[in-house]
């Protein structure tokens, strides 16, 4: 297996891109990721496209050969739609990064899109609870911050993890995102604005949940021993690693944890051979500030139950010794679904190369997580600037 | 109400079940439950997906069962002074196309 390097990245502003199609947003990602790897359009031999909803929210199937045909990708060229609810970006690279990996690849194109806001909410609500269990919780009504609000009230309970501990997640990532040009919410927040918000699905306030979002963000990768032609600090892909959890709320023991994310971070961590305490930057699945602090503790950053008080001692902002989600995460820089996992990646690619608008200093190592469905999927991926 | 059981170790699962998660086995029987438990956890969902909007806001209820099962639910609308709060016995009601029904005991 031949070691991965990224050499191009590429993201649209995320927000709210109500004229412009997914394909319009992806085109757009895509060419800057080329640009910035100072490859050209006949040197990708593999193009993997993540996108969750197109077919339900703009009417479009086949996305990835709609986008690869306006890119001006040629007939040889494979177009791979992945689709993993919320962790299809992350997958996506994980593909491309497989193609390569194992030889049958040189060049690959990676890119996430999702199209949310031409919708109405309802709608939206109903397209994203498409990923809850249609035949058991979906059929009783169960929406996507409505399983987090369930997972809310027990964390909570069990853990003694308080109103104010997920509002400081809110606080923290709006801050961050405040300093991130391709943010969507970047108004900073007070605890007291993320406790007194509309109330969606108790104890999730308005402010809890990552916004309906559009966006696109983009990758090129290459065999790591080619870099040097295209760029000076490639960033090595050193593990990543996708499993699967429960589907539906039956088939969970314990509502606190995805085991998902634990064992995507098991075999990362493992093939990576560096453990929580070697990661200097993270950019996890904050769809809802619960999920930060759920996931912060099954990537193994705190114990079980201790990742509220974490987000409060300021242990996960920028200077702390755990710096979470310095690009606004999800509740800030925007979750256009399918294309987050890339985000993701885009911004711990800036953080490796010391270009981010939130530099953690020294950063040498980083960790991206992304989740789908209600833990239905994970990926976890640790890159590394290091030759 | 109805809960599916492995023909083998005797396992309950939410129905339908293809694949019993405690053995692997692929058999499975309908089986009556009294429909009695606790609240494991809860929301009042007030945005609701399409479908829902006539129910919304409406309480979605994770029930654990007395024989250990995680249960999805709809609940009913607390009556009396009957407190919704984690821990509080609850009680099936009724069933329909949307699932089942339970309230408060």
Same mark, same amino acid.
């Given at each position: 297996?031949?070691?991965?390097?990224?050499? /191009?990245?590429?993201?649209?502003?995320?927000?709210?891109h109500?004229?412009?199609?997914?394909?319009?947003?992806? @085109?757009?990602?895509c060419?800057?990721?080329?640009?910035?790897?100072n @490859?050209?359009?006949?040197?990708?031999?593999?193009?993997?496209?993540g996108?969750a909803? !197109?077919?339900?929210?703009?009417?479009?199937?086949?996305?990835?050969?709609?986008?690869?045909?306006?890119?001006?990708? %040629?007939? *040889?060229?494979?177009?791979?739609?992945?689709?993993?609810? =919320?962790?299809?970006?992350?997958?996506?690279?994980?593909h491309?990064?497989? &193609?390569? &990996?194992? /030889?049958?690849?040189?060049?690959?194109?990676?890119?996430?899109?999702?199209?949310?806001?031409? !919708?109405?909410?309802?709608t939206?609500?109903?397209?994203?609870g =498409?990923? !809850?269990?249609?035949e058991?919780d979906?059929r009783?009504?169960l929406?996507?911050?409505?399983?987090?609000?369930?997972?809310?009230r027990?964390?909570?309970?069990?853990?003694g993890?308080t109103?104010?501990?997920?509002?400081?997640v809110?606080?923290?990532?709006? &801050?961050?995102g405040n300093?991130?040009?391709?943010?969507?919410?970047?108004?900073?927040?007070t605890?007291?604005?993320?406790a007194?918000?509309?109330?969606? =699905?108790?104890?999730l306030?308005l402010y809890?949940?990552?916004?309906?979002?559009?966006?696109?963000?983009?990758v090129v990768?290459c065999?790591?021993?080619?870099?040097?032609e295209?760029?000076?600090?490639?960033?090595?892909?050193l593990?990543?690693?996708?499993t699967?959890?429960?589907?539906h @709320?039956?088939?969970?023991?314990?509502?606190?944890?995805? +085991?998902?994310?634990?064992?995507?971070a098991?075999?990362?961590?493992?093939t990576?051979?560096?453990?929580?305490? $070697?990661?200097? #930057?993270?950019?996890?699945?904050d769809?809802?500030?619960? &999920?930060?602090?759920?996931?912060?503790?099954?990537?193994?950053?705190?114990?079980?139950g201790?990742?509220?008080?974490?987000?409060e001692?300021?242990?996960?902002?920028?200077r702390?010794?755990? +710096?979470i989600?310095?690009?606004?995460?999800?509740?800030s820089?925007?979750h256009p @679904?399918?294309?987050?996992?890339l985000?993701?990646?885009?911004?711990i690619?800036?953080?490796? *190369?010391?270009?981010?608008?939130?530099? #953690?200093? /020294?950063?040498e190592?980083?960790?991206?997580h992304?989740?789908?469905g209600?833990?239905?999927?994970?990926?976890?991926?640790?890159?590394?600037?290091?030759? | 109400?109805?809960?599916?059981?492995?023909?083998?170790?005797?396992?309950?699962? #939410?129905?339908?079940?293809?694949? =019993?998660?405690?053995?692997?086995?692929t058999?499975?029987?309908?089986?009556a439950?009294l429909?009695?438990?606790?609240?494991?956890?809860?929301?009042?969902?007030?945005v609701? %997906?399409?479908?829902?909007e006539?129910?919304?806001p409406?309480?979605?209820?994770?029930v654990?069962?007395e024989?250990g099962?995680?249960?999805? !639910?709809?609940?009913?609308?607390?009556?009396? $002074?009957?407190?919704?709060?984690?821990?509080?016995?609850?009680?099936?009601a009724?069933?329909?196309?949307?699932?089942?029904l339970f309230?408060l005991?």
């Amino acid at each position: 297996m031949r070691s991965v390097s990224i050499i /191009g990245i590429g993201s649209t502003v995320f927000g709210k891109h109500r004229e412009r199609s997914p394909v319009d947003l992806a @085109v757009e990602a895509c060419r800057e990721a080329l640009g910035d790897a100072n @490859v050209t359009l006949d040197q990708i031999d593999g193009f993997y496209l993540g996108n969750a909803l !197109a077919e339900l929210l703009n009417g479009q199937g086949g996305l990835a050969g709609m986008v690869g045909h306006e890119l001006g990708l %040629p007939p *040889r060229v494979p177009f791979t739609r992945v689709e993993g609810a =919320c962790a299809s970006a992350g997958i996506a690279l994980r593909h491309g990064y497989l &193609a390569i &990996a194992h /030889g049958m690849s040189e060049f690959i194109l990676a890119a996430g899109v999702e199209k949310m806001s031409s !919708a109405p909410t309802t709608t939206v609500t109903a397209a994203l609870g =498409c990923y !809850a269990d249609s035949e058991r919780d979906g059929r009783s009504g169960l929406t996507f911050p409505g399983f987090f609000g369930l997972v809310a009230r027990r964390h909570m309970y069990q853990y003694g993890t308080t109103r104010e501990q997920l509002a400081a997640v809110t606080v923290k990532n709006h &801050a961050n995102g405040n300093k991130n040009p391709r943010a969507y919410l970047r108004e900073l927040v007070t605890i007291e604005d993320v406790a007194e918000s509309r109330l969606i =699905c108790d104890p999730l306030r308005l402010y809890d949940c990552s916004p309906i979002s559009d966006g696109a963000a983009a990758v090129v990768l290459c065999p790591t021993e080619l870099t040097r032609e295209f760029t000076e600090l490639p960033i090595r892909i050193l593990a990543t690693a996708q499993t699967s959890g429960p589907t539906h @709320v039956g088939a969970i023991s314990d509502m606190t944890a995805f +085991p998902a994310t634990i064992e995507a971070a098991r075999q990362a961590y493992q093939t990576a051979g560096v453990g929580p305490d $070697d990661i200097d #930057v993270i950019e996890l699945h904050d769809c809802f500030t619960m &999920a930060e602090i759920v996931d912060s503790e099954d990537l193994g950053f705190f114990p079980k139950g201790e990742g509220g008080p974490a987000v409060e001692s300021g242990a996960t902002s920028l200077r702390g010794q755990t +710096p979470i989600n310095p690009s606004g995460g999800l509740l800030s820089r925007g979750h256009p @679904v399918g294309a987050t996992g890339l985000a993701q990646i885009f911004e711990i690619t800036q953080q490796l *190369r010391r270009t981010a608008a939130n530099q #953690v200093e /020294g950063a040498e190592v980083g960790l991206a997580h992304n989740l789908g469905g209600t833990g239905m999927v994970a990926t976890v991926t640790i890159l590394s600037n290091a030759a | 109400m109805n809960l599916d059981k492995c023909t083998e170790c005797g396992t309950l699962a #939410v129905p339908l079940a293809h694949t =019993c998660t405690q053995c692997g086995a692929t058999e499975f029987v309908a089986t009556a439950v009294l429909g009695r438990g606790s609240l494991y956890t809860f929301t009042t969902i007030r945005v609701p %997906p399409a479908e829902f909007e006539d129910e919304a806001p409406y309480t979605f209820a994770v029930v654990e069962l007395e024989e250990g099962l995680l249960l999805p !639910a709809r609940l009913e609308a607390a009556q009396d $002074d009957k407190i919704l709060e984690i821990g509080a016995p609850v009680e099936f009601a009724s069933e329909d196309d949307r699932g089942a029904l339970f309230r408060l005991s």
